[in-house]
């Protein structure tokens, strides 16, 4: 499908073909889905509805509830205001959540609806909440709208006179599947600590089949937990691109200080998060855990004769792209292209500085990429491995390398969501997929001679 992408690489500095990103309104659309019996509201038309909740329901294999103000030709000439109106009315009549939480799009965005103003004015039945946060999808990328909701949602729940979280932590997980929430989470339990999770997928995006539909599953930050984010003794706040913003927004407007870490994918980064616990709880860590992150060393070194030196193209979101790539340098990989779509720069110094730590040299760091740029690079050098989104197939099929699909949207795999890509358990998980991976590789190649049943 892609066979006739040319070598010759051309500088292109306002096209972008193949991004490696989607649109800001996803990301706030699943910022939202984190939280307890709240309606995601996309301020726009159906259509740009009807993707974002495709590409979530796609990715997690769940339905992505979310409406729309559904803007036809009238509200995009007068505005949305009697659009929205309208529509919180309907979806407090119909579907009953606790909170609408309204993204902007394109459209609203360029015509300057007011949504702060609209709110101010809506007749909002009593006990329930609307609240909204600007995603203008022609800058940044769906981490940028997920920040946005999520700094939306604080703007306008945190009470600064609620202590009653005062011996609690708050945890940011950044945009992370379910089964990465609950394992943040089980280390946090294990350390001991009581902590609010904000936003929180699991029990929602990951809901087990019972047999009858719950539009509002049990799981995600509640509301009272919201309010009282302000009062949080400590915040951990996973993700440097995506989690800046919002833990600079709560050390300046509720004074609550915080660990910006990395995600904690591989080795180190796991440790810096059971480290920043540890100073927090004052206790050991775990055998449990001691024990995990054993397992997940030895798993490098046992594997090692099949990853070492082998080269890496790595794509995706870029906080998740950091934590794999930190996670390969330690099985001993070549990380050769490592890409965002995001387009953030400290994305470019972070990767960098961690190469640096490793001695690696000669690899292409770039923000704001595309996976064209990839497949031209990949054409001049080739890799012995892509690991990334399902967008990165069309490039491993055409040219032939074996594909370990992680970050999002993976769309054509299943049961990724509920598993863990962070922590010890998480990196015992990818190393073995991408191990697995070069092996069926390396099997597919052999002669009949070299085929053995023991590699
Ligand atoms: S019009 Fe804008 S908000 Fe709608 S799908 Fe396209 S990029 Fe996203």
Not at 24 to 48: D, I, T
Not at 201 to 216: C, E, I
């Amino acid at each position: 499908m892609l066979d006739l992408t040319p070598k010759t690489v051309a500088e292109r500095s306002a096209l972008r073909i193949n991004p490696c990103k989607t649109c800001q309104p996803v990301g706030a659309m699943y910022a939202a889905l984190g939280v307890h019996r709240c309606m995601p509201h996309s301020h726009g038309s159906q259509g740009c509805c009807s993707y974002h909740r495709t590409v979530l329901s796609r990715h997690f294999k769940e339905p992505a509830i979310a409406s729309s103000s559904s803007f036809t030709e009238g509200a995009s000439v007068f505005g949305g205001c009697s659009n929205v109106n309208t529509a919180v009315k309907n979806i407090f009549d119909i579907y009953g959540p606790d909170i609408i939480a309204i993204h902007t799009t394109c459209l609203s965005e360029t015509i300057g609806d007011d949504l702060n103003s609209y709110i101010m004015d809506m007749q909002i039945p009593e006990g329930k909440r609307v609240i909204h946060c600007n995603t203008p999808s022609y800058v940044g990328s769906h981490i940028t709208g997920f920040t946005n909701m999520v700094n939306g949602f604080l703007n306008y729940y945190v009470d600064p006179n609620n202590k009653s979280a005062s011996d609690k932590i708050a945890i940011l997980p950044g945009w992370v599947n379910p089964g990465d929430n609950r394992e943040m989470k089980l280390i946090a339990e294990q350390m001991g600590l009581e902590f609010i999770m904000f936003p929180d997928h699991s029990g929602v995006m990951d809901a087990p089949m019972t047999g009858s539909y719950q539009m509002y599953p049990d799981g995600g930050t509640t509301q009272a937990e919201l309010k009282s984010l302000g009062g949080v003794k400590h915040l951990i706040a996973f993700g440097h691109i995506i989690s800046t913003p919002t833990a600079e927004l709560m050390q300046k407007k509720w004074k609550v200080p915080f660990n910006l870490l990395p995600l904690p994918v591989g080795v180190t980064f796991t440790d810096k998060y059971l480290m920043a616990l540890q100073k927090l709880s004052k206790r050991e860590v775990p055998h449990a855990l001691e024990e995990q992150r054993g397992q997940l060393v030895d798993l490098m070194l046992d594997s090692h004769a099949y990853t070492s030196g082998k080269k890496v193209a790595i794509f995706g979101d870029p906080d998740i792209v950091l934590g794999l790539t930190s996670l390969v340098l330690e099985a001993g990989m070549v990380p050769k292209y490592v890409i965002s779509g995001t387009p953030k720069d400290d994305f470019t110094v972070l990767v960098n500085k961690l190469l640096d730590e490793y001695h690696i040299t000669g690899s292409t760091v770039k923000a704001n990429a595309d996976l064209f740029d990839l497949h031209q690079w990949i054409k001049n050098e080739p890799v012995d491995l892509l690991l990334g989104s399902t967008y990165g197939k069309q490039i491993a099929k055409a040219e032939d390398i074996p594909f370990v699909r992680a970050g999002f949207p993976v769309l054509d795999r299943y049961g990724g969501p509920l598993l863990p890509t962070v922590g010890y358990v998480g990196g015992i998980r990818m190393i073995e997929k991408i191990t697995d991976a070069i092996m069926t590789r390396m099997e597919r190649d052999y002669s009949d001679e070299d085929f053995e049943i023991v590699m």
